[in-house]
């Protein structure tokens, strides 16, 4: 073996660096496929967590309501009222995440229809709408009454006794739904509001609302010496109304607390709230 000039390092020819060099390493098969299950295997379980927030992501409900004092109403900006305060306790004590929003009826009951993450309140449970929802409640209770102007010349014994008569509602409202089934004259509104205002003007006979809702606007109009009373037709209860997709463990979880808070008094509480309202 010859040396560099310095001496001091061997000399060493491309063949013999050749020969003595190693050999890269073979790929096993079988090292190449466990390889592969592994990283199939790391696929799988992101994929499955993925799956799970997204699961997780449709228990963020959109409650929706309408205006109907006193179970839900807007007052000094705030959404309030005996079901809206129910609902606010039953999500707090559930530690769910949600958004309350006020839309008006018809729009706020399709939205519940059609979209996996939506309920809808206080929504009067018939058997028309039985198997469209899943139910949670009920909320409370609503009675359904007809009312005539002070100085009309109407009489009311039975619902039946309406039969000839033009009755205003308003639209997908339960009451609309209920007296079209049965054959009453039925003329519907965009919304209840319009419906006194109406009869004031003569273009219906009877107004079809809650207490609640007419004395609401008849307080806030003046209108106490000429809408009355004529006749209570129907009692009910209300709910909220939860999409199909909304799962099953999330309805149960929410009628559970909301039954705990019938037990520990939590609701009547809410109710007598609001037992002197608008007062």
Request: aromatic letters at 8%; hydrophobic letters at 45%.
């Amino acid at each position: 073996m010859r040396c560099n000039n310095e001496g001091s390092i061997p000399y060493v020819s491309t063949l013999q660096a050749t020969m003595r060099a190693p050999h890269p390493p073979q790929c096993n098969p079988i090292e190449k496929g466990v390889t592969m299950l592994r990283s199939q295997a790391i696929l799988c379980m992101l994929s499955a967590a993925v799956a799970v927030q997204a699961k997780e992501t449709v228990d963020e409900l959109l409650l929706t309501t309408e205006e109907s004092p006193p179970f839900n109403m807007m007052v000094n900006g705030k959404i309030v009222g005996i079901a809206v305060d129910k609902m606010v306790e039953v999500m707090s004590r559930a530690k769910l995440p949600y958004t309350l929003e006020m839309l008006p009826w018809a729009r706020a009951y399709q939205m519940a229809l059609d979209k996996p993450n939506v309920c809808v309140f206080s929504t009067t449970r018939t058997a028309e709408r039985e198997p469209k929802f899943k139910w949670v409640g009920p909320l409370a209770l609503n009675t359904w009454m007809l009312y005539r102007l002070v100085d009309g010349n109407i009489q009311l014994n039975t619902l039946e006794d309406a039969r000839s008569l033009r009755i205003g509602t308003y639209n997908a409202d339960a009451r609309d739904v209920f007296l079209r089934a049965k054959g009453f004259n039925v003329d519907t509104a965009v919304n209840d509001a319009v419906n006194p205002r109406k009869l004031l003007a003569r273009r219906i006979d009877l107004w079809a609302t809650s207490p609640f809702e007419a004395n609401s606007q008849i307080s806030a109009n003046g209108w106490s010496g000429q809408i009355v009373p004529a006749l209570t037709f129907n009692r009910v209860e209300l709910y909220l109304a939860c999409n199909l997709g909304v799962r099953n463990e999330v309805v149960d979880k929410l009628n559970v607390i909301l039954n705990g808070m019938s037990n520990d008094g939590a609701a009547v509480a809410i109710d007598r709230r609001y037992e002197r309202w608008p007062n």
